[in-house]
């Protein structure tokens, strides 16, 4: 069975960072593009960051700079390092395996509040 399990939200002020990790189980991890996608409350999903097997990485334009994606296959976990966080990155934070066609599966999602 696939799992996506998502931790490391939370409530940070303004400027401060965060670490995301999402550790997976019950396929190849190397073997998969991995992505983060956000949604902000009343708003609609917002993709975030994507790495590939290996390990090339794309951010949105709104998070460039600021956050950095990585994964470690040994221990089957993607990572997503958020720092110089404002009020607009609050959102529920989705690990999601890129298949075929889109994001075929998804985690439960971790909650980022960036609030003083």
């Known amino acids: 069975e696939v799992q996506l399990v998502e931790s490391g939200g939370g409530l940070v002020q303004p400027g401060g960072s965060l670490r995301l990790s999402c550790a997976v189980s019950?396929?190849?991890?190397?073997?998969?593009?991995m992505s983060w996608v956000r949604q902000a409350p009343g708003k609609g999903p917002e993709w975030v960051s994507a790495?590939?097997?290996?390990?090339?990485?794309y951010y949105a334009d709104s998070v460039k700079g600021r956050f950095t994606i990585s994964r470690d296959n040994a221990k089957n976990t993607l990572y997503l390092q958020m720092n110089s966080l404002k009020s607009e990155d609050t959102a529920v934070y989705y690990c999601?395996?890129?298949?075929?066609?889109?994001?075929?599966?998804w985690g439960q999602g971790t909650q980022v509040t960036v609030s003083s």
């Open positions: 999601a395996r890129v298949g075929p066609l889109f994001y075929d599966y």
């Open positions: 019950g396929f190849t991890f190397g073997s998969y593009d």
């Open positions: 790495i590939s097997s290996p390990a090339s990485t």
